[in-house]
């Protein structure tokens, strides 16, 4: 494990990827007071909502109010995801930290599924974007590549595919000037393994060795933690999660394709390896179980239901 990193940057999408795949709706009020509380436990980068279009992502429908509602801490960026220029349009009236970020996905389906666009659209989409950033004055910080380990309505992407990708976002960027923090592979629909993770990371890592990668995962089948580790174990220092497990994408062609890895769950694991990620896990738990209450039935983190083990800690100690 030589490659382990010091310190990971988690970044969490509970209250977007949790809320927006909700069938009940819920307060405003709450949603603000889970993205403050959040904020509390050490993270310093909460993604709060999507400015989408309500008909089709109805939990999303009050985004702006939950985004003028939120008392703001310092040190902690507060976020929104949005795919299209519209969406940008009205972020950017708000008081989140609105960054640019560039966006494909390894399934031309699920690409049309989630923005209404082939991949070819979407690259004109992106030039659009991009000069809106330009003119705004926004900071383009990231790519993301969606579907790279597999695809419900595709099947099988081959990390040939996730690799051109990468290539055709970061030619875009470079025609506009713009150097990449970082690139985010995702398995947006959870089809990922560790075999897989190591496959397609290797590849990228070997066309691109000085390009710096993050990991959004889900759950849906039980290999999110397992996949985290050899992203890991092979250098990754970035990965999006959701507290308590909340979430899913809407669009992904499967009632059961679960939400980000488990924040607390991410960080119980990385502490026990010795890697530090700044949040203090007790109030993460308390987090999830204020998540759980607001949802109103049972999700899915383990940390949240099994405690840490700091109390037996101490009481072996005392």
């Not at 050899?230 to 497990?245: E, H, N, P, V």
Request: with cysteine; glycine share 10%; aromatic share 6%.
């Amino acid at each position: 494990m030589t490659d382990l990193p010091k310190r990971v940057v988690i970044h969490e999408e509970g209250p977007r990827e949790g809320f927006q795949i909700e069938p009940g709706p819920i307060a405003t009020a709450d949603k603000v007071r889970f993205c403050e509380a959040l904020a509390e436990t050490g993270l310093r980068d909460v993604q709060c909502v999507s400015f989408v279009d309500a008909r089709r992502v109805p939990g999303m429908a009050d985004a702006a109010d939950v985004a003028r509602s939120i008392r703001q801490r310092p040190n902690v960026q507060y976020s929104a995801l949005a795919l299209n220029l519209r969406g940008y349009e009205q972020a950017v009236k708000t008081p989140l930290h609105i960054a640019g970020h560039l966006q494909m996905s390894a399934s031309n389906t699920f690409s049309i599924r989630n923005t209404n666009k082939d991949n070819a659209e979407t690259l004109t989409e992106q030039r659009r974007q991009l000069a809106f950033f330009r003119d705004r004055g926004i900071a383009v910080e990231s790519a993301i590549v969606m579907t790279c380990f597999g695809c419900n309505f595709e099947g099988a992407v081959a990390p040939e595919t996730v690799r051109d990708c990468v290539g055709s976002l970061l030619a875009l960027a470079d025609e506009f000037g713009i150097a990449l923090d970082r690139v985010r592979l995702a398995d947006t629909v959870g089809w990922a393994s560790p075999a897989g993770i190591q496959r397609v990371v290797g590849l990228v890592r070997d066309t691109w060795p000085d390009l710096r990668l993050a990991l959004h995962l889900h759950d849906t089948r039980g290999t999110g933690l397992a996949n985290a580790l050899m992203g890991l174990q092979m250098g990754i220092d970035g990965f999006d999660s959701s507290c308590a497990g909340l979430g899913g994408c809407p669009f992904a062609g499967h009632k059961g394709a679960a939400g980000n890895i488990c924040t607390e769950d991410l960080a119980f694991m990385c502490a026990e390896m010795g890697i530090e990620t700044g949040i203090d896990l007790d109030a993460l738990i308390d987090c999830a179980r204020m998540a759980e209450e607001i949802v109103g039935h049972t999700l899915p983190g383990k940390i949240m239901h099994g405690g840490s083990l700091s109390q037996y800690r101490r009481g072996a100690h005392a």
